[in-house]
């Protein structure tokens, strides 16, 4: 296959999905630069306990990345509103979750459309300090980074990645790599998009009213454990409701040793639709955390 013909995401597990047929409705929302495929597992958990759960692919991303330089915030939240309104007119109880930088797009939708529950996994709102000043000094030299220049495609997670992203590429062929190395590009007009609307959705975050579960990294070099504690506390989420995981950012990676467990969480916090009440596992975690906590 010729480098020029290869297409990033191209497979069906990145389209957008809708899982379930319950009476309830939960949105489920990606992150940067990810896929409907990141929350698939999340989704097939619910729907088996009785959610209908749509998964869209935001402007952008999947195949549309080419594309991700002409995109703005207002097109993330816009699109996530939209389906949001369409699946909150279908079930009797709703949840709406936000993974990463997903998590920064549910905090604007929850502010115009509050959902019954709102769950943030790894929720993005501020970047580690050096980013913010980096990326426009970055554009003022150019408007793109290459992400992939001194990629060794020898690597195993490198290759592991690309086979998900663009399973029919022959990384041994040398044609191919050049073809990655230009090609792939990070535009910083998006990512300077992602740093404002995360820094906006931590301003909106004290105004949602919504029931909110928090899960996060305890070693997580991209949303650190102290931000997050730190969007908890302005939103006045229950200590219970704020749950600390030993693990990094992918929590929600096919390989994460900790997908069960945010799956179980997850499941525990929506219940059964219009189920109300704290999830027993929930309070014993955060009861285990707070005493670790008291302890160091």
Same mark, same amino acid.
């Given at each position: 296959?010729?480098?020029?013909?290869?297409?990033? @995401?191209n497979?069906?597990e990145h389209r957008?999905?809708?899982?379930g *047929?319950g009476?309830?409705?939960?949105?489920? #929302?990606?992150?940067?630069?990810?896929t409907p495929?990141?929350?698939?597992?999340?989704a097939?958990a619910?729907?088996?306990r009785g959610?209908?759960?749509?998964a869209?692919?935001?402007?952008?991303?999947?195949?549309?990345?080419?594309?991700l %330089?002409?995109r703005r915030r207002?097109d993330w939240?816009?699109?996530?509103? *939209?389906e949001?309104?369409?699946?909150?007119?279908q079930?009797e109880?709703?949840?709406?979750?936000? @993974?990463?930088?997903?998590?920064?797009?549910?905090?604007h939708?929850?502010k115009?459309?509050?959902?019954?529950k709102l &769950?943030? #996994?790894?929720?993005?709102?501020?970047?580690p300090s050096?980013?913010?000043w980096?990326?426009p000094l970055a554009r003022r030299f150019?408007?793109?980074?290459?992400l992939? %220049?001194?990629?060794?495609? %020898?690597?195993e997670?490198? !290759?592991?990645?690309?086979?998900?992203?663009?399973?029919?590429?022959?990384?041994e062929?040398?044609?191919?790599?050049?073809f990655?190395r *230009?090609?792939?590009?990070l535009p910083?007009?998006?990512? *300077?998009?992602?740093? /404002?609307m995360?820094?906006n959705?931590f !301003?909106?975050a004290n105004?949602? /009213?919504?029931?909110?579960?928090?899960i996060?990294?305890?070693?997580d070099?991209?949303?650190?454990? &102290?931000?997050?504690?730190?969007?908890?506390?302005?939103?006045k989420?229950?200590?219970?409701? @704020?749950?600390?995981l030993d &693990?990094?950012h992918?929590?929600?990676?096919?390989?994460?040793?900790q997908?069960?467990q945010?799956?179980?969480?997850? #499941?525990?916090?929506?219940?059964?639709?219009?189920e109300q009440?704290?999830?027993?596992?929930?309070?014993?975690?955060?009861e285990?955390q707070?005493?670790?906590?008291d302890q160091a």
């Amino acid at each position: 296959m010729e480098p020029e013909s290869l297409q990033p @995401y191209n497979t069906p597990e990145h389209r957008p999905f809708t899982l379930g *047929e319950g009476t309830g409705a939960a949105l489920l #929302i990606h992150g940067f630069p990810g896929t409907p495929a990141e929350v698939r597992p999340l989704a097939q958990a619910l729907s088996e306990r009785g959610w209908k759960v749509r998964a869209p692919l935001l402007p952008g991303f999947g195949t549309d990345i080419p594309n991700l %330089n002409l995109r703005r915030r207002k097109d993330w939240i816009g699109a996530a509103a *939209e389906e949001w309104l369409k699946l909150q007119a279908q079930g009797e109880s709703n949840l709406l979750v936000g @993974y990463s930088m997903g998590a920064a797009v549910a905090l604007h939708v929850a502010k115009l459309q509050p959902p019954d529950k709102l &769950a943030l #996994i790894s929720p993005f709102w501020r970047a580690p300090s050096w980013i913010p000043w980096l990326v426009p000094l970055a554009r003022r030299f150019t408007p793109n980074l290459r992400l992939f %220049n001194k990629a060794d495609f %020898n690597d195993e997670r490198l !290759r592991q990645m690309f086979a998900t992203i663009i399973p029919e590429a022959n990384l041994e062929d040398p044609e191919v790599q050049a073809f990655i190395r *230009e090609r792939f590009i990070l535009p910083l007009a998006a990512m *300077e998009e992602v740093l /404002r609307m995360g820094r906006n959705g931590f !301003r909106i975050a004290n105004r949602i /009213r919504s029931t909110t579960l928090i899960i996060q990294g305890a070693h997580d070099p991209l949303v650190r454990a &102290a931000d997050t504690k730190h969007l908890a506390r302005r939103m006045k989420i229950p200590q219970e409701n @704020y749950i600390e995981l030993d &693990a990094s950012h992918d929590l929600l990676a096919p390989d994460s040793p900790q997908l069960e467990q945010v799956k179980r969480l997850l #499941i525990q916090f929506a219940g059964a639709p219009q189920e109300q009440g704290l999830p027993l596992e929930m309070a014993a975690m955060a009861e285990s955390q707070l005493a670790a906590e008291d302890q160091a």
